[in-house]
């Protein structure tokens, strides 16, 4: 089997050359050559979109929407450059053996996106020798992407460092929260329930967030957090998280917003309890109560926008803050359906009954 490609094999392929090592680790399995014989046909019209392809030998013929022909062949300029199936290419074809790199568009367009945000940041962070492998996981997170390199920079400084022992119960659910954790070194493992009903739902590692949760509804901690091995946690106080972290994340609309939203093709997410769900919830909306959020986000479609709505706001704040840290894309309906006049809060909750569901790959289905 084909080896994937070493980073120094990867320097004159634009734009993948600016990527970190850590980064170009992560498309390691997508970074192996593929063969391409004489006459074999790459894609064509017919082709879903979503990869960037890169040409390491050979030559393609490159055929426009328009019915131009062109050559690209390995080693010259263009072809250091990345092209991808869509826009004005119909169809590309190998006019002699070859071999190409295909990577995955939106992953590699996510990697560039948090690398640009951060570059002068990272320049920075480097130069001063505090570039690490637990900060470089932690601002891979696409919760960064949004926030400013100020706010990164600020937010490092007010850490506070706090050495665990294996075994050791730092966060109790029920208990009141006032500050969120980021793991430096070790892992922790988050419990939920109590007594019987008491189930595991994740484990943390390095550059991992957590505690956030209570921050953002002003309501106890609702899950147990215990260090897995000997660990670093580092601690930030409530008022800086929210200042720093939670402003710049988390976007509000109002109801027209979201209604304009909807009409382009967005998608209602109701993250109250099922009951309050059935009594009244926007028509077609899926309902994913937070607390099992994290775990049902895996049938979302990340290309989809998703517009989160609870009573208050606090809660759909939350969840738009965890949608963004597993790379969604989400707003929320600001203050809450309580907030509405009661001709519009009839209006948006004017579903009942078990409504919809999710289905793997963002498919939405009745559920009777």
């Not at 600016?18 to 064509?44: C, H, I, N, T, Y």
């Amino acid at each position: 089997m084909t080896k994937p490609l070493l980073p120094d094999q990867l320097r004159s392929l634009i734009p993948l050359n600016s990527l970190s090592p850590r980064q170009l680790r992560s498309l390691r399995e997508q970074l192996v050559p593929r063969p391409l014989l004489a006459g074999d046909l790459l894609f064509d019209s017919e082709a879903a979109t979503g990869s960037s392809y890169f040409l390491l030998a050979g030559t393609l013929q490159m055929c426009s929407t328009e019915g131009e022909l062109r050559r690209l062949a390995a080693g010259s300029p263009e072809s250091c450059h990345a092209f991808a199936a869509g826009g004005r290419l119909s169809q590309v074809r190998a006019l002699e053996d070859s071999s190409v790199l295909m990577v995955d568009s939106a992953q590699l367009n996510r990697l560039l996106a948090w690398h640009q945000a951060h570059a002068d940041l990272l320049l920075t962070l480097s130069s001063d020798g505090e570039l690490s492998d637990w900060l470089e996981e932690l601002l891979e997170n696409p919760l960064f992407a949004k926030v400013p390199s100020e706010n990164v920079r600020n937010m490092l400084a007010k850490l506070e460092p706090i050495e665990l022992a294996a075994g050791h119960v730092l966060l109790r659910e029920g208990e009141a929260g006032d500050c969120c954790y980021f793991i430096q070194r070790g892992g922790v493992q988050i419990m939920v329930g109590l007594g019987s009903e008491r189930q595991m739902v994740a484990e943390l590692g390095v550059g991992a967030c957590f505690g956030e949760e209570a921050l953002l509804t002003d309501h106890p901690r609702n899950a147990t957090v215990t260090v897995l091995e000997d660990s670093c946690v580092l601690r930030l106080a409530r008022q800086d998280f929210l200042d720093l972290l939670k402003a710049p994340v988390v976007a509000e609309l109002d109801l027209a917003q979201a209604n304009a939203l909807i009409a382009q093709g967005a998608q209602w997410l109701d993250v109250r309890l099922l009951d309050e769900y059935q009594r009244g919830h926007a028509l077609e909306a899926l309902n994913m109560p937070l607390h099992l959020l994290r775990l049902k986000s895996r049938l979302l479609d990340r290309n989809r926008l998703y517009l989160c709505y609870c009573d208050s706001g606090k809660r759909s704040a939350n969840a738009v803050f965890i949608l963004t840290q597993l790379g969604f894309t989400a707003c929320s309906l600001r203050h809450g359906v309580d907030a509405l006049s009661a001709e519009h809060y009839a209006a948006l909750l004017c579903g009942q009954g078990r409504g919809y569901l999710a289905r793997s790959g963002g498919r939405t289905e009745r559920s009777g």
